[in-house]
């Protein structure tokens, strides 16, 4: 029984199924990864005013193996030089870069290692464990507000499928895409007419549905708590909100989508190509966020289950991130994390070389690359390495904050917010807006 089941089910004769609810959907789904909404076309913005503000930007990577944190963190805060092999592979971007320590998100033990992945972007406390519930994600919050100024108001992506590190308001993992094909193809290919007749078609059936949903739930009003009442409300809420933006998805269907000169990618079916699978999506994203088809990005960088593809590792991704101290682990575990920063690095530049306005377009990109375990070998999530690059801040240091008693992470997150435009002060656990060491 999922939350919404439970908070209608007050007794035998008030009882309401979900399939009562939900009859006549058939396969719908509500919930729906990369749904389009109105806004201007890249053409439209960029015959704009001259003095016309860029838009901002918000990426998010997050590598659920973590980082060896002494090949990360320098010895002492201060100026960043290549001093450790990660800051030696982004050194053409550390004047962009700033690296926090000593923050976290509090109680994050749940129900196996890595089940602080799931609230990365949200600071849901105990993941996993009984009773948890998990909140709205960064990204997803960012997007109800600005994603209607883009076709897609959003990107959920990873390099394996399925999960993300989105989650709506009603604590719903978002669905990811993983094919760098498919992607390319969401964003940059025109259909046929009749697709597009398609498209269309469904979108109305899809309108049709949550009228009728939206109606159901309305006539439950009179049968349900107060308590429930507010429950069932804010599900009647969202179903609103999906109603809008359905609407303003057909006007995009009638638009056509920007013209990029690459080629579309193949994807690639090899799992241990992981880290050319990261390059593929991250080139996606710069042609993404060039042509404005969306201002919200999260990007889950999965290894797991993989012998990475690369001169001198032939181990297990995951069984070397828990390398127990071993220097042979930790050698080979070196090169893997090592090739995800210069990826990483090559991401930046591309940004960087890319003019807006007078600015780069790395600088109106806010870009978070981090990992929920600050140990991974000890499954500790605890002072998680935290990369923030671009976006308008000033750059070029390390800042430490305290190991011991951790500044929380969400302080962190009310900055990018209010950097997006947000007018908020608090975020999931926050205790202040913004850390030290990130100022614009």
Do not use: C
Not at 8 to 32: F, K, P, Y
């Amino acid at each position: 029984m999922n939350h919404f089941q439970r908070s209608l089910a007050i007794n035998d004769s008030a009882r309401i199924h979900r399939r009562q609810l939900l009859r006549g959907m058939g396969a719908a789904a509500i919930a729906l990864p990369m749904l389009e909404a109105m806004g201007p076309t890249v053409g439209q913005r960029a015959l704009g005013a001259s003095n016309e503000e860029a838009p901002k930007r918000f990426v998010v990577m997050n590598a659920g193996l973590g980082f060896h944190a002494p090949h990360l963190f320098p010895q002492s805060p201060g100026q960043l030089k290549p001093s450790t092999p990660y800051l030696a592979a982004v050194q053409d971007n550390l004047d962009k870069i700033t690296l926090l320590g000593g923050l976290s998100h509090p109680e994050q033990q749940g129900n196996n290692g890595h089940a602080s992945s799931l609230t990365i972007l949200t600071s849901a406390m105990r993941p996993g464990l009984a009773g948890f519930r998990n909140t709205i994600s960064l990204d997803q919050l960012i997007a109800q507000h600005i994603g209607i100024q883009t076709r897609f108001p959003y990107l959920a992506l990873s390099t394996r499928g399925g999960s993300s590190l989105s989650w709506t308001a009603s604590g719903v993992s978002v669905p990811s895409e993983s094919s760098p094909e498919k992607l390319f193809k969401a964003l940059f290919f025109e259909g046929s007419s009749s697709q597009m007749a398609d498209e269309i078609a469904a979108i109305k059936r899809g309108r049709s549905i949550l009228d009728t949903v939206g109606s159901r739930a309305r006539e439950l009003e009179t049968k349900v708590s107060r308590q429930d009442r507010r429950k069932l409300d804010e599900y009647l809420s969202s179903i609103r909100d999906l109603e809008t933006r359905l609407q303003q998805s057909e006007g995009w269907v009638k638009r056509p989508k920007p013209k990029v000169n690459v080629e579309s990618p193949v994807d690639i079916r090899d799992k241990d190509e992981a880290i050319e699978r990261q390059r593929m999506l991250y080139d996606i994203i710069v042609l993404a966020l060039q042509t404005d088809s969306t201002r919200t990005i999260t990007f889950e960088l999965g290894g797991l289950n993989s012998v990475p593809k690369i001169e001198g590792v032939s181990s297990d991704w995951h069984g070397l991130s828990h390398h127990g101290k071993d220097p042979t682990k930790i050698e080979e575990l070196r090169l893997i994390e090592e090739a995800e920063f210069t990826v990483f690095n090559e991401f930046l530049s591309k940004l960087r070389a890319i003019d807006e306005s007078g600015q780069s377009l790395l600088d109106e990109t806010a870009v978070l690359f981090a990992s929920n375990l600050g140990n991974a070998s000890a499954h500790d999530w605890h002072n998680l390495p935290i990369v923030v690059a671009g976006g308008g801040y000033r750059h070029g240091q390390y800042v430490a904050h305290d190991s011991a008693n951790n500044t929380p992470l969400a302080n962190l997150f009310v900055s990018f917010a209010q950097r997006m435009g947000l007018e908020l002060d608090t975020f999931g656990t926050s205790t202040a807006a913004g850390v030290k060491g990130l100022d614009t």
